[in-house]
């Protein structure tokens, strides 16, 4: 059962536009969400949390926002660069990290 | 940001061979890691956390006598993956941390396992 779930494979965004990607989990006892970046053949690079007490942490481009009630976190890029593009992975957090599947973000110029 | 190593970065084996890999924390002492196996197109999966000085917590599903995980030191983990098969090819990646209770853990940048 994937507690975690990110339901866009791929997104694809023209540079200088906003990225919006989703995340929905099932588990209402997470206690933090986090996102990461993944290059190919690299680890992931974390990139920016949430606690599960807040809705919304900004920092610079990268906000992420949290709807407790709809178990839902988004994260919004902006505005979107080339060297953006990765795979996202959304994960949350009570005594381990849990993954979603990932999100494959394309920016064209 | 805190630096996590990991070597070698990929390794063809032998079917029947065992593996080691080393995990290290370069500027912080990891009170955890954690090690994760990643397949094509897929999401990472946790297959154990350890703890220095402690045996490794195994996920479900993880064989924890063919994958020996020994974390010696504040900065150091390594994962050996025992009598080696085909299907134990994957990517395999660890991570540490140096707080409890956030979930911000620091990843390193992967081994490649190939197993012929």
């Known amino acids: 059962d994937q507690q975690v779930k990110q339901n866009s494979p791929s997104l694809s965004v023209q540079e200088g536009r906003i990225s919006i990607l989703n995340c929905d989990y099932t588990?209402?006892?997470?206690?933090?969400f986090l996102w990461y970046k993944k290059y190919p053949a690299e680890g992931p690079t974390f990139l920016i949390s949430?606690?599960?007490?807040?809705d919304k942490n900004e920092d610079g481009r990268f906000t992420v926002f949290l709807n407790k009630s709809a178990k839902h976190l988004s994260l919004h890029i902006v505005p979107s660069q080339p060297g953006d593009s990765a795979v996202y992975f959304c994960?949350?957090?009570?005594?381990?990290?849990?993954f979603g599947t990932g999100t494959r973000l394309q920016v064209f110029p | 940001g805190a630096v996590v190593s990991q070597h070698p970065s990929r390794v063809i084996c032998k079917s029947g061979t065992s593996v080691k890999i080393e995990c290290r924390s370069l500027d912080f002492q990891a009170t955890t890691m954690f090690w994760y196996r990643q397949f094509p197109k897929q999401s990472l999966m946790l297959m154990a956390t350890s703890n220095e000085g402690s045996k490794a917590t195994y996920e479900q599903g993880v064989e924890k006598d063919k994958f020996l995980i020994n974390h010696a030191s504040l900065t150091l983990s390594t994962l050996t993956v025992t009598s080696a098969h085909p299907e134990d090819s994957s990517f395999y990646i660890c991570s540490a941390s140096g707080t409890a209770h956030s979930g911000e853990q620091y990843f390193g940048p992967g081994t490649r396992l190939t197993v012929t």
């Open positions: 588990n209402s006892m997470f206690d933090y």
């Open positions: 949430i606690s599960s007490i807040k």
């Open positions: 994960a949350a957090y009570t005594d381990k990290l849990i």
